[in-house]
């Protein structure tokens, strides 16, 4: 199975693509997509769109995950990183990819085994999980990698309970 994770942000978005099968990966691809912020919001957010379409295109996913939104204190933040997320989602939607939503807490315990993990924790098992040689730079991609990996054994559980 082919799983394509998101890490959504406006300026920054970050994208891991992985195969898994058998309890193995193997990436597949890892970046981000960035966006000037001298652009309107409305041009940002289409850049993001068509990004993903071609990134979907080029990689043909068996389905997709997003990391939820974390809500801090500035609104302003949380509202346009809302609206990326949800061109992430369109994009995959559009290409009739399901999408599967994760929270934060959910991507850490998935790979390190507890919630409240340190970022360099989650790095460092996407790193040993994917084989690789350094942690995947920059944050985003790894982060992306991280909700695919999570994805890839929510899959696996639910399997081990199919009767």
């Not at 058998?22 to 068509?50: A, P, W």
């Not at 204190?73 to 989602?89: C, D, E, F, L």
């Not at 850490?108 to 690789?132: D, F, H, P, S």
């Not at 054994?153 to 309970?161: A, G, V, W």
């Amino acid at each position: 199975m082919r799983i394509i994770g998101m890490d959504p942000g406006y300026a920054i978005s970050g994208f891991g693509v992985i195969d898994y099968d058998n309890g193995r990966f193997k990436v597949v691809d890892y970046g981000v997509v960035t966006t000037d912020s001298h652009l309107l919001m409305s041009d940002r957010l289409k850049i993001i769109y068509e990004s993903y379409l071609e990134l979907i295109d080029l990689h043909q996913p068996d389905e997709a995950a997003i990391e939820e939104l974390f809500f801090n204190t500035n609104s302003k933040t949380v509202i346009a990183v809302g609206q990326a997320r949800g061109v992430h989602i369109l994009a995959s939607i559009n290409r009739g990819i399901e999408i599967y939503e994760y929270t934060p807490l959910q991507i850490k315990q998935g790979l390190v085994g507890y919630g409240r993990a340190e970022k360099k924790q989650v790095q460092e098992m996407v790193k040993i999980m994917l084989n690789l040689s350094a942690v995947p730079r920059p944050d985003d991609a790894a982060d992306a990698l991280a909700v695919a990996i999570c994805h890839a054994h929510s899959i696996k559980s639910k399997e081990l309970f199919k009767l």
